[in-house]
């Protein structure tokens, strides 16, 4: 596992290592015998060249079998040519460029694309009537991928982008930026920024420029209203609708069940995320491979057996397609509200995969 156990972004390795204690805790730590270790390192954050060098630490010196993790894409794709070169596969559980499978034909991913996730969000205003659009995103790869995909679904659909901008990373001033959009009287605004302080700021600016007051309907990818950040927005955010492949209010007994081992291991408060989810997910391909192609089976003998593997997520059904190696899934559309006081994003309909 190469994920970020410690500084600014350690959040993202607690959520993957809880999701694998979790998997682990309910099936053993052994596959028809074969004992199942995972040798943590840290990578700190989106560091590529550190990635790439603890990957062939683990390669070369602890002999691993399989490479997991990569929180952002950056890190994954300095790992790609480590894992070709090698012929270990690796089972990317978080970072969600388009098409990042592609990189290396050892590369199978269990959490998202952007690519495939934001087409139903655009799909869902259109259904609404809402039928002109403003996009707000971060300036980097995943911000670019959700604004091509954001836009070529919903002009595809009959609807008008009038407006979009990027905005830095980092920035927690979206005042001038939300004014252009209120200038603009757009029916949604379609944003996709990163948690931590960022979404926060951008739910507190629209609502003091006063866009909601306008019937301007903020819209867009899970990230906005990511659950560890819930309780910094606040009542801020109340109404946002968002799509994504997770949330904890997911309804079936076995994301009940998960949750409430993450609680258990975590914390009665702790809110388990899709990052969890992708791991815990990871585990359960590693495992379903392995008896696939047989507990000793490693390299492209294991490569094949992922591919097509189908089985429950706490997410719902999910499957890896044969040909890309990437994630298949449903895609939820949520509303964030107070359930019980707390609040959650509630799924109220389900963009079935492949659909």
């Given at each position: 596992m190469i994920a970020e156990m410690t500084g600014p972004f350690a959040e993202f390795g607690r959520q993957m290592k809880a999701g694998i204690e979790a998997y682990q805790k309910q099936h053993g730590t052994t596959v028809d015998g074969q004992r199942i270790e995972v040798i943590y390192k840290d990578v700190g954050g989106p560091q590529p060249e550190v990635a790439k060098r603890l990957a062939q630490e683990l390669i070369v010196q602890d002999k691993v079998d399989i490479l997991a993790g990569f929180g952002f894409t950056p890190n994954a794709l300095?790992?790609?040519?480590?894992?070709?070169?090698?012929?270990?596969?690796?089972?990317?559980?978080?970072?969600?460029?388009?098409?990042?499978?592609?990189?290396?034909?050892?590369?199978?991913?269990?959490?998202?694309?952007?690519?495939?996730?934001?087409?139903?969000?655009?799909?869902?205003?259109?259904?609404q009537g809402q039928k002109k659009a403003y996009m707000i995103v971060a300036d980097y790869a995943p911000?670019?991928?959700?604004?091509?995909?954001?836009?070529?679904?919903?002009?595809?659909?009959?609807?008008?982008?009038?407006?979009?901008?990027?905005?830095?990373?980092?920035?927690?001033?979206?005042?001038?930026?939300?004014?252009?959009v209120k200038d603009s009287k757009p029916d949604v605004l379609f944003a996709f920024v990163n948690a931590g302080n960022v979404a926060p700021a951008l739910f507190k600016d629209f609502k003091t420029k006063g866009l909601a007051d306008d019937g301007i309907k903020l819209i867009g990818t899970g990230d906005i209203v990511y659950e560890s950040i819930l309780d910094v927005i606040g009542d801020n955010g109340l109404g946002a609708t968002t799509v994504y492949p997770y949330s904890m209010q997911h309804p079936s007994e076995l994301n009940r069940t998960y949750v409430q081992q993450f609680q258990a291991a975590l914390g009665a408060k702790e809110r388990p995320t899709i990052m969890s989810v992708s791991a815990y997910d990871?585990?359960?391909?590693?495992?379903?491979?392995?008896?696939?192609?047989?507990?000793n089976a490693g390299g492209q003998a294991l490569l094949e057996a992922f591919k097509g593997l189908a089985f429950e997520s706490p997410r719902g059904p999910i499957a890896i397609d044969p040909e890309t190696r990437d994630v298949v899934q449903n895609q939820y559309i949520r509303r964030l509200e107070r359930v019980d006081g707390e609040l959650m994003n509630v799924e109220f309909k389900t963009y079935e995969a492949g659909r």
């Open positions: 300095a790992v790609a040519p480590v894992a070709t070169q090698a012929k270990v596969p690796m089972v990317v559980m978080n970072a969600a460029s388009a098409k990042l499978t592609s990189r290396s034909p050892y590369m199978v991913r269990t959490s998202f694309g952007y690519d495939t996730m934001v087409p139903p969000i655009a799909q869902w205003a259109l259904e911000g670019h991928d959700a604004e091509k995909a954001f836009r070529q679904a919903y002009e595809q659909g009959g609807g008008e982008i009038i407006g979009s901008v990027r905005v830095p990373l980092m920035t927690v001033d979206f005042a001038p930026y939300l004014q252009r990871g585990m359960a391909l590693i495992y379903g491979g392995l008896k696939k192609a047989g507990a």
